[in-house]
């Protein structure tokens, strides 16, 4: 559905974008803060709800948000819907007395540590085995789960099957293919790849390392993406940067399907949100790989995006806030069902939901949820966005502005572990 990533970190656009990723094309829903018509108060004795969501691109979603909150009896439920830099505007939100009581995001280890959201485990607990254990595993600070996943927005590498038939390409496998396809298919008007508008600086900054079969940090919260490997990838990064097949200067970013749809690019990174576009203007002329391997230690990567809703420490009624997290993010598989697969595609979170999600159970649907099982990689809660933009600034350095490879991944490093004592 939508991209990104607490008053403890560097809020902004790039942050935002960091999760999943928001189709925002024109003719999408262009929405802003609503509520579903009760006001900010409470009313007959009932708890007063703040909720919070970002501005999602999938037309329908508003909607979907409010007609939910309507059907919630319990509490005077106020939506607000919230466009623009949503991340600024929730730090700003969840140190004032007038910010959200409860709100989607995504994991941050910071927020936990600083007390600024509370632990759900009581209301989990019920079904916390039908969560995948690495969905739980991102939201959890030590052994205490504090959000409760709402969508998994795996992404991809989308390509043109008839664009790759005719120029002799099969679907890259590795980095070396991939720049090697790039290549071949950039003829003829249309370029050959598109990572975005930073040239995958932004978005391939930590699936970049996973590829190379290293790890951002390890198990312990240490330094760990160092390695001649993540070198490596940042070598083959800059041969791809520099072949001068990357599109550049798109209308929209990686996260809209237009530059694929509209023939503008042979191949695009883009989430599983984007699919069902696609399919309506294509077809079946197109498939999907995930970020191919790169060198001998090499793995393909599925990025995992998606959101989680967690309880503010200040909510004016923690319990009662809790209370409707419960029912509407446990209780009502229904309405978790028409959000992850009526409005865009995502793979619910929830084990029992994703098996009967029958929208993902054929064709390139059905494929994205298999290679996201097998190659799926996840937001490490100790990784902040604040290394998030160091990682970032490594691969623009290296791989846009062609500095040398070995220093910033040293300088990165020292970076990291500066801001890993300060969550230790």
């Known amino acids: 559905m939508s991209p990104e990533q607490n ?17 925002a094309a024109a003719g999408f829903l262009a929405a802003c803060g609503g509520n579903t018509g009760r006001g900010g108060g409470s009313a007959g004795g009932k708890a007063a709800i703040s909720q919070w969501y970002h501005q999602y691109g999938e ?3 508003q909607q979907a948000a409010l007609r939910y909150a309507k ?13 623009g830099d949503y991340a600024s505007k929730l730090s700003s939100g969840l140190v004032s007395s007038s910010g959200p009581d409860v709100f989607e995001f995504h994991p941050d280890v910071q927020m936990a540590k600083s007390g600024q959201i509370v632990p759900l485990d009581d209301i989990i607990a019920d079904v916390k085995s039908d969560f995948t254990e690495k969905d739980l595993a991102a939201n959890s600070v030590d052994g205490k789960v504090y959000g409760i996943r709402m969508i998994d927005d795996p992404q991809f590498l989308y ?45 391939l900054a930590s699936p970049l390392v996973w590829a ?19 070198v490596e990838g940042l070598k083959k990064m800059r041969e791809l940067y520099t072949s001068k097949t990357l599109l550049l200067g798109a209308p929209t970013d990686w996260f809209d399907p237009s530059a694929f749809i509209q023939g503008l690019t042979a191949m695009q990174w883009c989430g599983l949100w984007a699919m069902p576009g696609i399919q309506k ?11 191919p391997g790169i060198g001998s230690a090499g793995r393909p990567v599925v990025y995992n995006g998606g959101w989680s809703t967690y309880v503010s420490a200040k909510a004016k009624d923690v319990d009662a806030a809790k ?31 994703a098996a009967k999600a029958t929208k993902l159970q054929s064709g390139t649907a059905a494929e994205a949820v298999k290679l996201f099982g097998t190659n799926g990689h996840y937001d490490d809660p100790y990784w902040t966005q604040a290394m998030t933009t160091i990682s970032q600034d490594m691969v623009n350095n290296a791989v846009v502005s062609g500095k040398n490879p070995e220093s910033e991944v040293a300088k990165a490093r020292t970076r990291v572990e500066a801001e890993l004592k300060k969550i230790a």
Do not use: M, N
Not at 9 to 20: D, M, N, P
Not at 163 to 178: H, I, N, R, Y
Not at 187 to 195: M, N, P, Q, R, T
Not at 341 to 352: N, V
């Open 212 to 230: 190379t079969g290293s790890e951002l940090l390890t198990a312990d919260h240490k330094v760990a993406f160092d390695t001649p490997a993540t």
């Open 323 to 353: 209370a409707f997290v419960k029912w509407l993010w446990i209780e009502q598989t229904k309405l978790q069902e028409d959000w992850c697969t009526s409005y865009g595609f995502h793979i619910p979170p929830r084990k029992s939901l």
């Open 7 to 23: 008053p403890s970190r560097s809020f902004g656009r790039r942050s935002f974008l960091r999760a999943s990723g928001t189709v």
């Open 59 to 61: 037309a329908g979603t």
């Open 159 to 203: 390509y043109r099957k008839s664009l790759l038939e005719k120029a002799g390409v099969q679907p890259p496998t590795t980095f070396d293919e991939l720049i090697d396809a790039s290549r071949k298919l950039d003829k003829d008007g249309v370029k050959g790849l598109y990572l975005g508008l930073k040239a995958g600086s932004d978005i």
């Open 281 to 291: 203007a294509l077809g079946d002329d197109f498939g999907i790989v995930p970020l």
């Open 71 to 83: 059907t919630y009896s319990h509490a005077d439920l106020s939506v607000q819907w919230i466009p």
